[in-house]
């Protein structure tokens, strides 16, 4: 089941990934000036404590944030008088995404909103101004920076949240995915080659319980007119 459920991450990852225009890579010497998350320490810096083995959220926000809370603290942090880091949120779209530059490091923070076709199989009643008023939860963030030796980010990573569980790189094509499974979450470094050496520049940071939610009410979606359909005629 975990094994049929993780080779469905990568659609769905690259469902929320970030557009070409979105895209934007900082001075190699970001690792140096410790600037990159983990979604536990900065990667750029030695690990202050063991690894915690979880995944509740990514760095200060926890998953299933609101996109207001999360809106909230990521301007709390930009409007900051005394900051020990420059954060500057580039675009917003209510209830998707959020994308912000973090000390010359790209991070998208995505949403959720169970699709209201699917929320009325549970309330029939439910009206569209209701639906309009929840709001989504944070499940995704990934992390763009520029081309970086797979090894260095993987050991940074590796501070955080010990040893990997999982690998789909292939040592031939140089392509694949370094895999953390824990618990809460899921972490996927990508890998590619770049003059026949391993690099990296891109991680994700995934909610375990979001994206199960997701892909389960992804089906219901498709199935939502037949399920109520069907529905009425038993209730009726």
């Known amino acids: 089941m975990q094994r049929a ?3 469905t991450i990568p659609a769905l990852i690259l469902t929320y990934s970030l557009s070409a225009e979105e895209m934007y890579f900082a001075p190699d010497s970001m690792i140096a000036q410790g600037n990159l998350r ?3 320490v900065d990667m750029g810096q030695p690990a202050q ?3 915690t083995g979880g995944l509740p959220g990514f760095a200060e926000v926890p998953w299933k944030s609101t996109y207001s809370e999360v809106k909230t603290r990521l301007k709390s942090l930009s409007t900051a008088a005394v900051a020990t880091e420059r954060v ?3 675009s917003e779209e209510k209830n998707k995404s959020i994308l912000v530059r973090r000390n010359d490091v790209m991070y998208r923070y995505n949403f959720y909103k169970t699709p209201i076709e699917v929320v009325r ?3 029939h009643d439910l009206k569209q101004e209701e639906y309009d008023q929840t ?4 499940f995704h963030v990934k992390v763009i920076f520029s081309l970086i030796p797979a090894d260095q980010i993987e050991t940074k990573i590796e501070k955080s949240h010990g040893g990997r569980t999982k690998s789909t790189v292939d040592d031939k094509t140089m392509e694949g995915a370094q895999i953390w499974e824990l618990t809460g979450g899921l972490v996927f470094q990508w890998v590619e080659p770049y003059k026949k050496m391993k690099f990296s520049r891109t991680v994700d940071f995934l909610s ?7 892909m389960k009410e992804y089906k219901d979606y498709f199935d939502a ?4 359909i069907l529905q009425n005629i038993l209730l009726y």
């Open 5 to 7: 459920f993780l080779l």
């Open 38 to 40: 983990t979604g536990e």
């Open 49 to 51: 404590r063991a690894p």
């Open 88 to 90: 500057e949120i580039l």
């Open 121 to 123: 199989l549970a309330n």
């Open 135 to 138: 709001e989504a939860q944070l």
């Open 208 to 214: 375990d319980d979001m994206a199960r939610q997701i």
């Open 225 to 228: 007119k037949e399920k109520w």
